[in-house]
């Protein structure tokens, strides 16, 4: 009954998050054990953010340079939001794949009103602090900035694409203006995390198609940015920030008299059910939860490690716990994919690293940039238009593989 109940609880709170998703909400932290685990389009649309009043609109200080004294990145980020909101819905719609092809002029109209917004990204990139002003995350937090940045990262590398064709210096400015704003957004729990390698995906994905442009200068910078060292703290600092939220959310729980946790708890699932909530134990809840934050610790912790081994031995530790315990497998199940996730990206970045490496000096340049699923070097074929190079690493049995022309 305890462990019926508890789980009950754990599925109410996702099903809360469902209900936020589907009505275009703000993203909250819990978010990510939700949604961001399913299979999502390569390039999924965007709900329209809500419009700004007339004033703001036409106001021309939105275009204009940004204040030298604006020391935070997300200020300047906040007005190139504010910027893409007021375009209209066909013209996101555009913006949201760099595949999207459209008659000249309408091209040349979009590309004139994105420059203000890109522009602005540029002026943020070479900021070193972004603060979004969300911390501490808490369960319920809501994460406003992350739709907008996923939209105007993907409108950064529309421009490069459409925009800045004949000019690789300025493609490149707006390819790194949208990894520079996923990096910022990464530090948001695991669904920050995650749309930062959404972003970083439509960048190399827009990369490998148009690897020959990318020769010399603007090569080496793409090298340099998917090679940094972030990239591979970036999951254990997401995570160990998960885990933070889940103490938070442990600690709120235990501070509420017993009727206000119980109406509490109540309240919620009478939104998705007209059954009564069956008698709960509310210690043996707390501790499950607890339970669950130390485990992401853990989790962060073995991420942060590197090592294949000490995954495994996590997830076997996992596996003993869900078994002596249903309530943690309502909360941690999500996490396998999490991992997944990650492995498939940092081997798909190492590829277009090497790639990159290849593009400038031949393919004995793999020698310097191995896979990382397995220290040896990618195999490279030559193809009619480019090469490919493909991994031991699979994903449904398929091995990972790019073709960059």
Known sequence: MIFAAGGVVILVFLLLIARQILHAAPPSVLDVTNAVFEPQPQQPALPDLPSLDERQTESPSLAQPVDS???????????????????????????TDWRTNVDAAVEAALCEKIRPICNLMHQATALTNCEWGVEPLT????????????????????????CRANDTTAATDDLLSALQLGRSVSHTAIIGCLVDLSIQGVAWSYVETHLDSFQ???????????????????????????????????????????DEFDNQISEYHSLYSSEPLPKMDRTAVLTSLQQVADTEH????????????????????????????????????????????????????????????????????????????????????ETADGFELQSTYKTNGVPLKMQFK
Do not use: C
């Not at 369960?139 to 459409?162: F, G, M, N, Q």
């Not at 340099?224 to 591979?232: G, K, L, N, T």
């Open 69 to 95: 004294t604006v020391t935070n990145a997300a200020t300047i980020h906040r007005q190139a939001f504010a910027l893409y909101d007021a375009l209209s819905k066909d013209e996101k719609a555009i913006l």
């Open 139 to 162: 369960y319920d937090t809501k994460l406003p900035h992350l739709s907008p940045a996923r939209a105007i990262a993907r409108a950064a590398v529309w421009s490069a694409a459409h």
């Open 216 to 258: 010399k200068a603007a090569g080496q910078r793409l090298l340099v940015a998917f090679s940094d060292a972030f990239y591979e703290e970036e999951p254990s600092v997401a995570m160990e920030q998960t885990a933070g939220v889940s103490d938070r959310l442990v600690a709120k729980l235990a501070s509420l008299p017993a």
């Open 298 to 381: 853990d989790l962060a912790r073995v991420l942060g490690s590197g090592s294949w081994d000490e995954y495994q031995n996590w997830a076997q530790r996992q596996i003993e716990l869900e078994n002596s315990n249903p309530l943690v497998k309502e909360f941690l199940g999500a996490y396998d994919n999490f991992v997944n996730r990650v492995q498939r990206e940092a081997v798909t970045r190492e590829m277009m690293v090497a790639a990159l490496a290849v593009a400038q000096d031949g393919p004995t340049a793999l020698q310097s940039y191995p896979d990382p699923s397995t220290g040896q070097p990618f195999d490279y074929t």
